[in-house]
């Protein structure tokens, strides 16, 4: 083999590692829906955060709430959120209402996913039951690319690669 080929094989081999490592390394982007159910009632605040595999908070990984003033009712989030303040304004979007949809994109770093990472649907609604887990989504790749039902005022949420 003449050392012009050598050098390519090797320049190829360093490149596709170099490829793989990044597509383990980065992250990725999902579109996520939301539908909700058809409850009567004002606009639910869902918070969707990354829970870590001993079941803490790690992240805010989307906010659908336009008014500060009402996110302590998201409890279990709004305590993590005092201890760790991060500034979620370029993460956050319109509430939604009963019986509508939401669609949005989060990014999800790709070493969370297979490792007993979940997303957590958390939900609160004014004057109505608060559910800290309407819906947990275990970050899986078949759960990447999948539905799931929730428990409360989520119907389900539908999850794809983006």
Not at 66 to 92: C, G, M, R
Request: contains cysteine; proline residues 2%.
């Amino acid at each position: 083999m003449n050392k012009f080929y050598k050098i390519t094989l090797v320049l190829a081999l360093v490149l596709s590692s170099s490829v793989l490592l990044a597509q383990k390394t980065g992250s990725k982007k999902y579109k996520c829906m939301v539908q909700m159910t058809n409850y009567a009632g004002e606009e639910a605040y869902i918070v969707v955060s990354l829970i870590n595999p001993k079941g803490a908070y790690e992240e805010t990984v989307y906010m659908m709430a336009t008014n500060k003033k009402w996110y302590k009712d998201l409890e279990e989030w709004h305590k993590f959120q005092k201890k760790n303040p991060v500034n979620i304004s370029a993460i956050t979007g319109a509430s939604v209402a009963g019986g509508d949809r939401s669609i949005k994109v989060f990014e999800i770093d790709n070493s969370k996913v297979n490792k007993g990472y979940t997303l957590r649907f958390e939900v609160a609604v004014e004057d109505k039951e608060y559910h800290v887990k309407d819906l947990e989504v275990p970050l899986t790749t078949a759960n990447l690319s999948g539905k799931v039902d929730g428990k409360g005022y989520i119907r389900y949420v539908r999850m794809s690669p983006n």
